[in-house]
């Protein structure tokens, strides 16, 4: 009985040990949850990582949303493109 806990558990561990990122599906700045769209920081920065990407910056969402430095400089590296306006609109605002 000790060996079926056992078995069970460690058969557990790969689906507990995913991220829960993988599970978040995202359009632009909004995350889609049970089909409506809800503004959050996650989505906001993988957005404005995969801007900064297609103008040939090599940055991930996890480093914009890990480090503030980060996302300071991509802001800064993508300027004033519409796409991504409302994301750095408080970069480099030291209040």
């Known amino acids: 009985m000790k060996n079926l806990a056992s078995m069970l558990i460690l ?25 409506r769209e809800i ?18 910056d090599q940055v991930t969402g996890g480093q914009v949303r890990n480090n ?12 004033g493109d519409p796409r991504v306006s409302g994301d750095c609109i408080d970069v480099g605002d030291d209040d």
């Open 39 to 56: 503004a959050t920081p996650y989505c906001a920065d993988k957005a404005l990582a995969k801007v900064a990407r297609e103008r040939g």
């Open 11 to 35: 058969g557990l561990l790969p689906v507990l040990a995913t991220p829960a990122a993988a599970h978040i599906a995202c359009d632009g700045d909004f995350q889609v949850v049970e089909g």
């Open 68 to 79: 503030p430095a980060t996302k300071d400089e991509v802001c800064r590296f993508i300027g």
